[in-house]
């Protein structure tokens, strides 16, 4: 199964469009926000891929409840863990806890965002991933990245 993971879209529109028509070329199933998305309004693009989705709030999610609700229940709290492909996987979206989730040997990925910079790396047997920004606004460079579960490869892809 391939995954795509976004973070920190912060009501940028045209770039998740940008990361939904990346991620239909490379066949996609299943998206893992990992928080900030900001507005409600963002659920006007990803209401289109039609594969499964999951996210997390993040510091910049305001009005969860309406979240929520746009979201058709598919948004969590942090830390969320879900299973794709016979892999756990945990998201969160601060980084505080991310190398004890990982060292801790329960999880296959470790998903998180917020610092708006991608990383891959793995602590022992984990793969973490911090996808960058879908919205560029900070540092210029609109990033997400794919993850193929069954060999756990990973592809930052630029906007």
């Not at 990992?34 to 039609?50: C, E, N």
């Not at 942090?78 to 190398?99: A, F, G, K, S």
């Amino acid at each position: 199964m391939i995954a795509g993971i976004i973070s920190d879209s912060h009501d940028h529109l045209d770039n998740l469009r940008k990361a939904l028509e990346l991620f239909k070329q490379r066949n996609v199933e299943y998206i893992i926000h990992a928080g900030d998305f900001t507005s409600p309004f963002t659920r006007r693009v990803l209401k289109d891929f039609q594969g499964g989705f999951v996210g997390i709030f993040g510091n910049n999610d305001g009005d969860r409840v309406l979240l929520k609700t746009i979201y058709n229940d598919s948004l969590f709290v942090q830390p969320y863990i879900l299973t794709l492909c016979n892999r756990t996987i945990v998201v969160m979206h601060e980084p505080d806890v991310v190398d004890a989730l990982a060292a801790s040997g329960h999880f296959d990925l470790v998903v998180y965002g917020h610092t708006h910079e991608p990383v891959v790396r793995n602590v022992g047997s984990t793969l973490i991933v911090n996808p960058g920004e879908v919205c560029g606004w900070l540092y210029g460079k609109p990033s997400a990245a794919v993850v193929d579960l069954d060999d756990m490869k990973v592809e930052i892809i630029l906007l």
